[in-house]
């Protein structure tokens, strides 16, 4: 079945840039997500990008994505202690269930 | 608010109890979900509701009844639970491909 891995946690210092990194073993996503969670809520959506982009920029947030590695990854530039949160990739499996399928999530954890 | 309501946000139960969680969306969106988070786990989808019709229980134990009245109230309802029940409960919505809303969740103990 479709799998979609992501490193479980990653340490960096304010102000420094972030790379979360997801990779994905099959996909007919039109969309490609990323989801934050903050400590005791729901899960927030953060940015996407449709399959037939290769980079997407919105403010500090740029999405990468790699279709013949199957890689997404997400930088968070100038990393604020406000960015420590949980952060899941997701994306639509080969089935076309209409069902997302998420990474385990990254836990960004940042220091002062 | 994301649009997704979920109530009540912390719920406390004894393993003989019977509650129910409530979901309520009103984005008009088709299909609804029920996630399990515990703590150092992956998301667990529970149960899909796609037009009011349940299109998928993945295995989940019977102790967990879902209700889908209409296409924008969701209900789980919980009896005779076990500690290891105790999770956050996430409430999502979505609409094709176009991503899903999630509710804040309902943080359940069971004692």
């Known amino acids: 079945g479709e799998d979609v891995e992501q490193s479980l946690f990653l340490s960096v210092r304010e102000g420094d840039s972030s790379v979360i990194n997801c990779t994905y073993t099959?996909?007919?996503?039109?969309?490609l997500y990323w989801y934050k969670q903050e400590p005791g809520a729901g899960l927030q959506l953060l940015t996407y990008?449709?399959?037939?982009?290769d980079m997407k920029q919105d403010q500090r947030l740029t999405v990468l994505l790699n279709k013949k590695d199957k890689h997404l990854s997400l930088r968070i530039a100038d990393t604020q202690t406000g960015d420590s949160a949980i952060y899941f990739c997701?994306?639509?499996?080969?089935?076309?269930?209409?069902?997302?399928?998420f990474g385990q999530g990254t836990t960004l954890q940042v220091k002062p | 608010e994301t649009g997704v309501t979920q109530t009540p946000r912390h719920l406390v139960m004894g393993m003989t109890n019977k509650k129910s969680l409530k979901c309520e969306q009103h984005?008009?969106?088709?299909?609804m979900y029920w996630y399990k988070q515990s703590a150092k786990k992956p998301l667990e989808l529970m149960f899909v509701?796609?037009?009011?019709?349940?299109?998928e229980n993945n295995s989940v134990p019977s102790r967990f009844s879902p209700e889908c009245p209409n296409s924008s109230h969701l209900f789980l309802h919980l009896h005779t639970l076990q500690p290891e029940d105790s999770a956050l409960y996430l409430c999502?919505?979505?609409?094709?491909?176009?991503?899903?809303?999630f509710g804040s969740g309902t943080r359940l103990t069971v004692v």
């Open positions: 984005l008009g969106h088709n299909a």
């Open positions: 099959d996909s007919s996503s039109t969309y």
């Open positions: 997701a994306l639509h499996g080969s089935s076309n269930t209409g069902k997302l399928i």
């Open positions: 990008i449709f399959s037939n982009m």
């Open positions: 999502a919505s979505s609409q094709g491909e176009r991503g899903y809303t």
């Open positions: 509701y796609s037009l009011e019709e349940r299109v």
